[in-house]
């Protein structure tokens, strides 16, 4: 149910491109680039920081500012949200405050970032592409009858000032650059963890542009029963992991996944897994890495056994140091892996592990080893 | 009650390949599938047909032989398929393709009756935007519950749903009113093995085909390529990257191998050795 990759694609890009026009007089006055910051229960999402850190590089590249729109209800988690955001890099801020707003429904928030939009008009709107970011995404780029690239892996302008928006497609096997040039604003998703954190510098908080949300209760149709939170919810996990060892289809096996965790267990690491192995039941959805799976961007990625299809890279390629253990040298992996072995990874593995117990932990030793 | 579930048709994705030199997909002979995350939205739709009576309808849009992915869809127990097929849909970015699917689902509903709820997969697992599902949604003005893991009630005389749905950090538990559009979450349900009764009718069935002028579709200017905001400029492989891989040779004796790997990790990461001895005795 989405953006068909179309069988002809390289003669249908050309004729798209070629249908390129001046963009039309109502959309000239679009500017600057906005990041919708995303708040849920007073806690600023981390990819909307990540997203101000990119968003900023894009506004100094067109020379115009950096906007967040913060959406809540009126509290102190709320403007919290709005100063963290100068500190990230923002120039000003759009406030939607309102109590209609204390928990993310789709009726009022489309409301109010639409009603944001169309009265102060960004060229670029960019947003998480998590659970609610998506779920917003869409609903507002259909309102406004916009273009909206999900998941993007790269963010760029052209050279005429136009977003060029970089994501995988034909289900992650190639990478393609999308524009939306004839329609403003340009919005586009990007997954948690594609873009590099940026660092927080202390700033007095700038100015504050509110707008009021022009519904009452009665309007929203959609009601909230309760709200479960994740019982694991705030706990380290793979995505924010400073060490990953991984596992591919190279593995022989789900039960060969024991050497992926005994290593991870020795270096203090999450675990992980390429698509295919989730495909085929050896590991569960939440331990996949890669574009419809985690990102990650850990300090230290060991990959055994994974070819490294463009799918997989895209999610694996903020990493400091990317291993890859592969018995096939020309396996993909080896284009970005910084360092590489051509070996079996069954075989290698409880070697790896052992070299590591031996370096590291003399006193451990055999409380690891066991 | 009616339900349209919105499928696509796929090409298998475990079986794609890309040409080394044009870097293009090698379409030829890859077979194609319904959309795995599909399968969790038909399942539910069934169920609720089961408890609650009425009929499914499920609808796609594609090229002529998505035929076949219909024909699936009502082997799994689907009352009817309706294809919406034209060359002016072709290169449809996901703006237009929710302004054709509700176009047919409008026109679906005109000839078969409206429809209680739409229900679509979470995304498609060849271009995994998930903004089809929304787009259809807000053109309908249908309430929109995504990510949905479970339906907890369904009140048919009194217009109510209630779901719960999958949100960051936890499950939020939403009542709303019908019709609604609900994207369905994987790993929701299991998909049913069809009966023989429903394979005989599906064999025997006839897909309902619709161009865009069938689907009521007046203004073409929304649809394919010339409805579509987006524009692919270009399709790539990325590159290898610059510094090329530093190959650790193998020894005959694995334990050499390996004490040569953390040389080479620790000397381009000296700070790790120091992270994980602090792990380690931390656990």
Not at chain 1, 41 to 66: I, M, T, W, Y
Not at chain 1, 70 to 96: K, M, N, Q, S
Not at chain 2, 164 to 182: D, F, M
Request: contains cysteine; aromatic residues 6%; glycine residues 8%.
């Amino acid at each position: 149910m989405t953006e068909a990759p179309k069988p002809a694609a390289p003669a249908a890009a050309g004729s798209r491109a070629s249908m390129k026009k001046e963009l039309p007089e109502h959309f000239k006055a679009y500017k600057h680039v906005w990041v919708y910051v995303e708040v849920e229960r007073g806690q600023v999402h981390p990819v909307s920081f990540e997203l101000l850190g990119e968003g900023r590089k894009l506004a100094n590249k067109l020379g115009v500012d950096l906007a967040a729109v913060v959406i809540g209800p009126p509290d102190e988690g709320t403007r919290t949200a709005v100063a963290e955001t100068f500190c990230y890099g923002a120039d000003l801020a759009y406030l939607v405050e309102d109590p209609l707003l204390t928990h993310y429904r789709n009726e009022p928030y489309t409301r109010a970032l639409t009603d944001v939009v169309n009265t102060y008009k960004p060229e670029i709107l960019l947003l998480g592409a998590t659970t609610l970011g998506r779920d917003l995404a869409g609903s507002v780029a259909t309102t406004l009858l916009t273009g909206l690239t999900a998941d993007c892996t790269e963010l760029d302008v052209d050279a005429d000032a136009s977003l060029a928006a970089t994501r995988p497609t034909f289900g992650g096997s190639l990478l393609c650059t999308i524009y939306t040039l004839n329609f403003r604003p340009q919005m586009a998703t990007v997954r948690p963890r594609v873009m590099a954190m940026p660092e927080r510098v202390e700033k007095p908080v700038g100015r504050v542009i509110t707008h009021k949300l022009d519904m009452v209760e009665d309007d929203i149709v959609t009601k909230i029963l309760s709200f479960i939170p994740d019982r694991d919810a705030g706990k380290a996990n793979l995505a924010y992991a400073d060490i990953v060892v991984a596992g591919g289809l190279g593995l022989g096996g789900a039960e060969n996944f024991q050497l992926v965790k005994g290593l991870a267990r020795v270096l203090g690491a999450e675990y992980g897994c390429s698509r295919p192995v989730v495909q085929k039941g050896w590991q569960p959805y939440e331990r996949q890495i890669g574009q419809t799976g985690k990102t990650i961007r850990p300090k230290l990625y060991i990959a055994a056994g994974i070819s490294g299809a463009i799918q997989h890279r895209v999610g694996v390629e903020g990493a400091d140091l990317i291993v890859a253990i592969n018995t096939d040298k020309n396996a993909p992996i080896f284009d970005f892996a910084h360092v590489g072995l051509v070996t079996d990874a069954v075989r290698f593995l409880p070697a790896l592990t052992d070299a590591f117990i031996r370096r590291l932990s003399p006193h451990n030793r055999d409380r690891l080893a066991g | 009650m009616h339900i349209v579930v919105c499928i696509k048709q796929v090409p298998d994705s475990a079986q794609i390949r890309v040409h080394p030199v044009t870097n293009t997909i090698m379409r030829q002979g890859v077979p194609t599938i319904i959309n795995p995350y599909d399968l969790y939205a038909l399942e539910e739709a069934l169920r609720l047909r089961d408890q609650h009576g009425g009929e499914v309808t499920v609808l796609t849009m594609g090229p002529p032989n998505a035929e076949d992915t219909l024909r699936k869809a009502l082997t799994f127990g689907a009352d009817r398929a309706v294809l919406l097929t034209d060359r002016f849909f072709a290169g449809s970015d996901t703006l237009a393709t929710s302004f054709a699917l509700s176009s047919a689902i409008a026109k679906v509903a005109q000839v078969y009756g409206a429809p209680d709820i739409v229900f679509t997969g979470k995304q498609t697992i060849d271009g995994d935007t998930a903004q089809v599902g929304p787009g259809i949604a807000k053109r309908l003005k249908l309430l929109q519950l995504t990510y949905v893991s479970r339906i907890a009630d369904l009140d048919l005389a009194g217009r109510t749903i209630s779901v719960e749905r999958r949100s960051e950090g936890g499950v939020q538990q939403l009542r709303t009113t019908l019709p609604a559009l609900i994207t369905m979450l994987e790993g929701t349900n299991d998909m049913r093995r069809g009966t023989m009764k429903d394979a005989l009718r599906a064999a025997r069935a006839e897909v309902v085909i619709w161009s865009a002028k069938d689907a009521g579709i007046e203004d073409l200017t929304k649809c394919g390529l010339r409805g579509s905001p987006t524009v692919v400029k270009r399709v790539f492989a990325p590159g290898p990257r610059a510094e090329k891989a530093e190959m650790i040779e193998i020894t005959p004796a694995a334990r050499d191998t390996a004490d040569s790997l953390l040389d080479a990790i620790f000397s381009r990461q000296p700070k790790l050795e120091a992270d994980i001895a602090a792990a380690q005795a931390a656990l």
